[in-house]
């Protein structure tokens, strides 16, 4: 499935889906696609968790949702994801203030690349293990618990489709992507044998893009086409989309929002 054109994001809250009332932390919500995130699941009638590790660009994003859709819950507190003690607290409590925590989203991003395979620089390896791998180990683990006691929760992992063909000159990412989507499908193999007769009481689940397009992007370059690109209000549309199916059809799957190589 390909998403490239302009985005069409309904005004006002939606108050009668699956995510009306529930709670969804969103990681890495301080960028373009975290912003277009809470918005959604807001107006989704989520109330919205979102940490970043920026917290001017979390701030700017959580205010701005705020005032787009009035009346929505959306809290922001900056969290070092890259500290496993500081993420499994931001569980505890999301899960204690709330009672529940239906849905954690992985936004967290980050790319190095080199001219050749030759030129790989072993310093953007340990830059991207840390973002792209090291945060999906420690939200994954500190909110497994939340999401099989909500009954219906959702790990949700944006990846990129290098992952799957990966280039001379991004084998850095393209490996930590790759890893990042074996460990979310490990967590999606420990939903389902959780739950009795295939009925998993949570889903992990892979959503797949070349690259995302704002609205700013298009701004900037008007004449760009920007192909097989997935606008960040199209992607929020996807992860709103993902608690309208059943557990088992969502957990384990791969879905691509762009062509597949």
């Not at 809470?38 to 920026?54: E, F, K, S």
């Not at 070092?80 to 239906?102: H, S």
């Not at 395979?117 to 999906?136: C, E, G, K, Q, Y």
């Not at 909110?143 to 006691?149: A, D, H, I, T, Y």
Request: aromatic content about 6%; hydrophobic content about 45%.
């Amino acid at each position: 499935m390909t998403m490239t054109t302009s985005p069409s994001v309904p005004a006002a809250a939606d108050g009668q889906g699956p995510l009306e009332g529930a709670v969804v932390a969103v990681a890495g919500a301080g960028g373009p696609a975290g912003h277009a995130t809470l918005l959604r699941l807001a107006q989704a009638g989520a109330t919205v968790v979102a940490a970043d590790a920026d917290a001017q660009r979390l701030a700017e994003g959580v205010d701005a949702d705020r005032f787009a859709h009035g009346g929505a819950t959306v809290i922001g507190d900056p969290v070092d994801l890259l500290d496993p003690g500081a993420t499994r607290e931001w569980a505890a409590k999301t899960e204690k203030d709330f009672g529940r925590v239906d849905g954690l989203v992985h936004l967290v991003g980050g790319w190095r690349g080199s001219a050749s395979f030759a030129a790989t620089d072993l310093a953007d390896w340990d830059l991207l293990h840390n973002l792209l791998i090291r945060t999906v180990q420690h939200t994954s683990l500190a909110f497994e618990g939340p999401l099989v006691r909500a009954g219906n929760g959702r790990y949700v992992l944006v990846s990129a489709a290098g992952a799957a063909r990966p280039t001379a000159g991004n084998a850095a990412y393209a490996a930590a992507k790759a890893a990042a989507e074996a460990w979310t499908l490990a967590l999606a193999d420990g939903f389902r044998k959780s739950g009795p007769d295939s009925h998993p009481p949570a889903a992990a689940t892979v959503l797949v893009v070349k690259a995302l397009v704002t609205d700013a992007m298009r701004r900037e370059r008007p004449d760009a086409a920007f192909p097989g690109f997935t606008d960040v209000h199209d992607l929020a549309e996807e992860i709103r989309r993902l608690w309208d199916r059943p557990t088992a059809e969502v957990n384990g799957t791969r879905l691509w929002l762009t062509p597949q190589p």
